[in-house]
């Protein structure tokens, strides 16, 4: 079983930036590939980014050329840096371990307009 714990949501105005933190435990997490989902009110939970062990990295269309993941093993965390924020960004946002079934208790992310 993984622990997922995600941090660095809040309220930002449009063309803000944040940047999202999931901190992983319990797992090998250098063996995993991780992923970022939001799910807005409403609406069905979508994938945002994900990354393979490797730094393959793979974005929802939408957020291209904005949104960055990236992953520090040594520190079993991985980031999702928002760029260029919307308000329609707006959403809970959760980290998982691909496949692990495992999810993180999400953070608010708020994009005003």
């Known amino acids: 079983q993984v622990l997922l714990v995600e941090s660095g949501g809040g309220l930002v105005q449009a063309g803000g930036s944040l940047r999202l933190s999931c901190v992983a435990s319990g797992s090998i997490f250098r063996l995993n590939a991780m992923g970022w989902y939001r799910q807005a009110p409403g609406k069905q939970r979508e994938l945002v980014a994900a990354?393979?062990?490797?730094?393959?990295?793979n974005y929802l269309d939408s957020v291209k050329g904005r949104f960055t993941v990236s992953r520090d093993n040594a520190k079993k965390t991985v980031y999702l840096q928002m760029n260029s924020l919307k308000p329609e960004d707006t959403a809970v946002y959760y980290c998982?371990?691909?496949?692990?079934?495992?999810w993180g208790q999400g953070t608010q992310v708020t994009v005003s307009s």
């Open positions: 998982t371990q691909m496949g692990s079934g495992s």
């Open positions: 990354i393979t062990r490797g730094g393959i990295t």
